[in-house]
């Protein structure tokens, strides 16, 4: 493995996670010396008093929040131990359906009763938007009983929501907001970039330090504005049982550098977005345009008939040795930080120029069911998500035969990470062709093996 990691970073230029790219922009020294455990001196995560906690403190300062807690095991470890946080309250919870698969493991493993909307789809570019504050008070009105609302901001896209607007009306109604910020860390510093959901009022935001600064991969914080006493000490007891009871200093450290290196480079972040956004402006590309509302997120929508977002980015993998972030039917996605260079950006550009000039695309549009169904209408719930998993009735059936079959497990094309289909739920002939359509162009697809999956009998 650690052969085959040098020859990637030696060959490929990377457009996706970590934020450092490939160890472009490196902020640690002595990597090994940074490997210590929990002794005098150097505190400890679990019961911080000492440096971690004024490292702490100092990041809430600098993200404006009330209080920062330091996550190694992700992002991931930050959702599900506010999840676990908030299901000790009675009543349901509201979930935005292209939250990440973690916000559905906590429904899982806490048997929370939830509630779904979809965020706008944006079905020309192939991809979910913002969540509608309109369609979040609805929700809260047809069921008084939600305490929690969880929404994403910015999406796998850079696509955000009125968290504000959000904010306002679930406080409203007696409500805790939560935000999955995982593609957000970057956002404090920068005015020329959207505001944090820590600045607009959410109660909870969660951030993937490691997806846009220079941190290593599995580094994330929690950011939390006033709760109670009672509601703080249970955070972080469930912090302690989703992290590792020996977190790294290396991570620990990497997370500190990253964000002070931000911090300290805001003038240069600013110029940066600047210089990026010209030169996309004045090297426009034929076929596609770019989307987003974060100009360091690069979505290139493909408007050439006959070309795919699979296609265009194998295309860009084996001929320039180009790695983009992730791609969808109509999209691709590249993730930009201060370890890239304007040079890098014009040799993207030029080899998505060079892909759509060619003449060997791979049309997707007899392989794959282009239903906006699949991303606006909910698919039928039969029973709990917990009921479903723990069911002893089930078995393995050929994906081409689940029509009307209750799935027994997540469907989950990654990335981003987004369920199609939730323990529970049925399974119809439009996400059947949709899934085999995905297969077809070698999509990674969570709970199916070997073009089976789990159903109910």
């Keep these: 493995m650690y052969e085959e990691l040098k020859k990637y970073t030696h060959e490929i230029k990377s457009f996706h996670m970590p934020g450092h790219k490939n ?34 403190d100092r990041i809430a300062t600098i993200y404006r929040s009330v209080q920062t807690y330091l996550l190694i095991n992700g992002s991931t470890a930050g959702i599900l131990a506010t999840m676990a946080t908030r299901a000790r309250q009675q009543g349901s919870v509201l979930v935005s359906r292209n939250c990440h698969k973690s916000v559905y493991n906590s429904i899982y493993l806490h048997q929370i009763k939830a509630h779904y909307i979809y965020p706008s789809y944006y079905a020309d570019e192939g991809f979910y938007g913002e969540v509608s504050p309109k369609s979040i008070e609805k929700m809260l009105l047809e069921h008084p009983d939600i305490h929690t609302v969880v929404i994403t901001s910015p999406t796998y896209e850079g696509m955000t929501s009125d968290i504000q607007a959000i904010s306002d009306i679930v406080h409203a109604y007696g409500a805790t907001l939560v935000v999955d910020e995982a593609h957000g860390a970057h956002f404090t510093f920068s005015d020329k970039l959207p505001k944090s959901a820590i600045e607009q009022g959410a109660d909870y935001v969660i951030q993937s330090t490691h997806k846009t600064l220079p941190c290593l991969t599995q580094t994330a914080i929690l950011h939390t504005q006033k709760l109670s006493d009672e509601e703080r000490e249970i955070l972080k007891e469930y912090l302690a049982i989703y992290q590792s009871s020996s977190p790294s200093y290396l991570l620990m450290s990497s997370i500190e550098q990253g964000i002070d290196y931000m911090d300290n480079h805001r003038y240069a972040y600013d110029q940066w977005i600047d210089a990026l956004q010209l030169l996309l402006k004045t090297h426009p590309i034929q076929g596609g345009y770019w989307m987003s509302d974060d100009p360091t997120r690069l979505t290139f929508v493909i408007q050439q008939n006959g070309v795919s977002g699979y296609w265009l980015s194998e295309a860009l993998r084996n001929k320039h040795q180009i790695q983009v972030e992730m791609a969808g039917e109509k999209h691709i996605v590249a993730i930009t930080s201060l370890a890239d260079t304007l040079e890098d950006i014009l040799e993207l550009v030029d080899g998505i120029k060079a892909c759509l000039g060619g003449s060997d695309h791979k049309t997707m549009q007899d392989d794959i069911i282009k239903n906006q169904a699949i991303g606006t209408q909910l698919p039928q719930q039969m029973m709990l998500m917990h009921q479903a998993k723990q069911s002893r009735e089930w078995m393995w059936i050929a994906l081409k035969d689940a029509q009307g079959y209750t799935s027994r497990n997540m469907i989950i094309p990654y990335p981003p990470g987004i369920p199609l289909i939730l323990p529970g739920e049925t399974i119809t002939q439009e996400i059947i062709d949709y899934l085999i359509g995905l297969e077809k162009h070698d999509k990674e697809i969570y709970g199916i093996i070997k073009g089976e999956i789990q159903v109910l009998k």
């Excluded at 922009?25 to 008093?49: F, I, N, R, S």
């Design 23 to 56: 160890g472009k922009l490196q902020t640690l020294e002595d990597v090994y010396a940074l490997d210590v455990t929990e002794v005098p001196g150097t505190d400890d995560l679990h019961h911080p008093t000492g440096i971690i906690k004024e490292l702490q």
